[in-house]
């Protein structure tokens, strides 16, 4: 079975007063977020990315070697931009999922 790929955006670039710290904070969080899948799933491999900028153009290139691309979005808002881009141009399923 091919891995479970997630991809968590680490911001636009970096800002004053930004740290190293910030992108393992970020990494952290991602970890946090699928420490219950794990252990629900545990036979499941998952490969954690963490990357610079706008999310966009990673998940589209991910979508490339991907069978459903799932996203989320914040509860109570309709899709933005990046979302509505990835439900017009990904070459494979998209999901988008509500949460917050």
């Known amino acids: 079975m091919?891995?479970?790929?997630?991809?968590?955006?680490?911001?636009p670039g970096p800002r004053p007063g930004d740290t190293a710290e910030r992108g393992d904070g970020e990494g952290r969080a991602l970890a946090g977020t699928?420490?219950?899948?794990r252990?629900?799933?545990?036979?499941?491999?998952?490969?954690?990315h963490v990357v610079q900028g706008h999310p966009g153009p990673h998940l589209l290139r991910a979508s490339a070697r991907a069978g459903l691309l799932v996203v989320g979005?914040?509860?109570g808002t309709g899709p933005g931009r990046a979302v509505r881009s990835l439900?017009?141009?990904?070459?494979?399923a998209v999901a988008v999922v509500p949460h917050g």
Do not use: K, Q, S, Y
């Not at 699928?34 to 899948?37: G, M, T």
């Open 87 to 92: 439900i017009r141009h990904a070459p494979c």
């Open 73 to 75: 979005r914040e509860t």
């Open 39 to 48: 252990r629900r799933f545990p036979g499941t491999t998952v490969r954690e």
């Open 34 to 37: 699928l420490r219950p899948w």
């Open 2 to 11: 091919d891995p479970v790929r997630t991809v968590r955006p680490r911001g």
